[in-house]
């Protein structure tokens, strides 16, 4: 596989990271605007996010990793396959592209460019749902990294796809992307302050998914889940 120099690869994460929060923010709000029943407008909004995961991951993934998720640097920088002198400016690509995503998606639905959101999400179960979904999602990725590679577009998409429905958040499980949310007063929006929650409970569970993963994953031989020259 090719190998990237770093201007590549921050600019496949910011601009992997701004398509996946356009179609997010974009798809709730035409959802919204062609149906008041909330359960349809969620399900337009699930299929549209599940597809685009696909497309990103398999187009940019042998340029970055596909990461498009400050979590999913941080497994891959403690686990060696990212460099961690890579990490932070992976996460200011992610969160820079996340903005810029809601931008677009307002800008194509005659918004205003940054609206901050007033939808709540908070409490207890909201928090949980975000540790599971994250949780699963990093299981995900790295058992599919170590098993079955080539499938991972379609695992994390579909996997994202399912937890829009059994978590109580709809599965954000993305720090950057529950930023850019909070840009957005539309369907998919979260207030600002209610983010240091979901923040706090997707970094422990994608470290839970590590710790626990590092442990199943591996043969008794060896010590470490993922080379270091892994990628997505």
């Not at 356009?22 to 349809?40: C, E, N, P, Q, Y």
């Not at 497994?75 to 690509?93: E, H, N, Q």
């Not at 999602?137 to 577009?153: K, N, S, W």
């Given at each position: 596989m090719a190998s990237y120099d770093l201007s590549r690869r921050l600019v496949a994460e910011a601009l992997g990271t701004a398509m996946l929060v356009a179609t997010v923010v974009g798809s709730g709000i035409m959802a919204t605007s062609l149906t008041a029943d909330v359960g349809l407008a969620l399900l337009a909004n699930t299929l549209a996010t599940g597809a685009i995961l696909v497309v990103l991951i398999t187009v940019l993934g042998p340029i970055s990793g596909a990461h498009f998720n400050p979590a999913v640097s941080l497994?891959?920088?403690?686990?060696?396959?990212?460099?961690?002198?890579?990490?932070?400016?992976?996460?200011?690509?992610?969160?820079?592209?996340?903005?810029?995503?809601?931008?677009?998606?307002?800008?194509?639905?005659?918004?205003?460019?940054?609206e901050l959101s007033s939808k709540i999400r908070t409490g207890g179960a909201q928090w949980f749902s975000e540790g599971i979904s994250t949780f699963g999602l990093i299981a995900v990725i790295l058992a599919g990294v170590r098993f079955e590679q080539r499938a991972v577009p379609w695992l994390v998409g579909l996997y994202i796809t399912a937890a829009y429905w059994f978590t109580a958040s709809t599965s954000f499980a993305n720090p950057a992307v529950a930023f850019a949310r909070s840009l957005s007063d539309t369907f998919s929006g979260i207030r600002p302050v209610d983010l240091p929650?979901?923040?706090?409970?997707?970094?422990?569970g994608a470290v839970a998914a590590l710790v626990l993963f590092n442990w199943l994953l591996q043969p008794a031989e060896t010590s470490s889940i993922l080379p270091s020259e892994a990628k997505l």
């Amino acid at each position: 596989m090719a190998s990237y120099d770093l201007s590549r690869r921050l600019v496949a994460e910011a601009l992997g990271t701004a398509m996946l929060v356009a179609t997010v923010v974009g798809s709730g709000i035409m959802a919204t605007s062609l149906t008041a029943d909330v359960g349809l407008a969620l399900l337009a909004n699930t299929l549209a996010t599940g597809a685009i995961l696909v497309v990103l991951i398999t187009v940019l993934g042998p340029i970055s990793g596909a990461h498009f998720n400050p979590a999913v640097s941080l497994i891959f920088a403690m686990s060696g396959s990212l460099p961690k002198r890579d990490l932070g400016l992976y996460v200011l690509a992610q969160f820079a592209g996340g903005m810029a995503g809601t931008i677009c998606a307002h800008l194509m639905f005659n918004l205003p460019l940054l609206e901050l959101s007033s939808k709540i999400r908070t409490g207890g179960a909201q928090w949980f749902s975000e540790g599971i979904s994250t949780f699963g999602l990093i299981a995900v990725i790295l058992a599919g990294v170590r098993f079955e590679q080539r499938a991972v577009p379609w695992l994390v998409g579909l996997y994202i796809t399912a937890a829009y429905w059994f978590t109580a958040s709809t599965s954000f499980a993305n720090p950057a992307v529950a930023f850019a949310r909070s840009l957005s007063d539309t369907f998919s929006g979260i207030r600002p302050v209610d983010l240091p929650g979901f923040w706090i409970a997707e970094i422990s569970g994608a470290v839970a998914a590590l710790v626990l993963f590092n442990w199943l994953l591996q043969p008794a031989e060896t010590s470490s889940i993922l080379p270091s020259e892994a990628k997505l």
